[in-house]
């Protein structure tokens, strides 16, 4: 079955501890994105990436980090989490112009 | 920069009525246009999409017309049920970053049996 994966579905931790949330498709896409999820903003776009090893900020990207070592896996890297990261994390992948295949969600709380 | 822009919810409906929701959009060059549909505790699922001007998108009972000269990609359904809410998000695709997508802010949909 044609699918992305998060892990953690659900976290909560305190600020400045750090925290990855990881993210795999088994489509073979080799565009990937991370977005977050707030309400009344909709979605937007942490980070992106077209394929491995080339990553590359999307629009909200401060205090955030990815990596691209391998095309199935696309982690989310928050190195020193603040309150204001406490969100609903989305991974999605796609073969460019068409779908994007969204994961299940990862609900982060930063206390 | 590309832009969507949603009507506010929420939308409250009784079951078998109509539903419109309004997406307008701002881009330049031609994107694909999205609907995607996000149920209670769910992720995001595509309900359908257009790639090219006057495409008409459907799934489900809904329906969106690509209107390139009004900029516009209203979702319709012709008689809602309860199973229907849920929050729906119009986007768009921007090709120029190999198809990342610029959501409006969604509408979320309530159905009363």
């Known amino acids: 079955e044609a699918q992305v994966t998060q892990n953690p579905r659900y976290l909560i931790t305190v600020t400045g501890k750090k925290l990855t949330v990881t993210c795999s498709q088994n489509?073979?896409?080799?565009?990937m994105s991370w977005y977050r999820q707030d309400p009344g903003l909709g979605l937007r776009q942490i980070y992106y990436s077209m394929n491995v090893e080339v990553t590359d900020k999307g629009d909200v990207p401060e205090g955030y980090k990815v990596s691209r070592k391998e095309k199935r896996n696309f982690p989310l890297i928050l190195e020193s989490p603040s309150p204001n990261q406490t969100s609903l994390y989305f991974c999605?992948?796609?073969?460019?112009?068409?779908?994007?295949?969204f994961g299940p969600g990862t609900r982060l709380t930063v206390l | 920069g590309d832009s969507v822009t949603q009507m506010e919810g929420p939308v409250t409906l009784s079951e078998e009525a109509f539903l419109t929701i309004n997406c307008t959009y701002t881009?330049?060059?031609?994107?694909?246009l999205f609907w995607y549909v996000q149920y209670p505790g769910e992720g995001l699922q595509l309900l359908l999409k257009a790639t090219k001007a006057d495409d008409k998108g459907s799934n489900k009972g809904f329906e969106a017309t690509y209107r390139k000269e009004t900029t516009s990609f209203h979702l319709e359904k012709g008689s809602v049920q309860v199973s229907d809410s849920a929050v729906y998000f119009c986007?768009?695709?921007?090709?120029?970053?190999?198809?990342?997508?610029?959501f409006g802010q969604g509408t979320e949909l309530s159905v009363k049996p």
């Open positions: 489509m073979n896409h080799e565009y």
């Open positions: 881009a330049t060059g031609y994107p694909s």
């Open positions: 986007a768009l695709s921007d090709l120029i970053r190999g198809g990342k997508l610029i």
């Open positions: 999605a992948s796609t073969t460019g112009r068409d779908t994007q295949y």
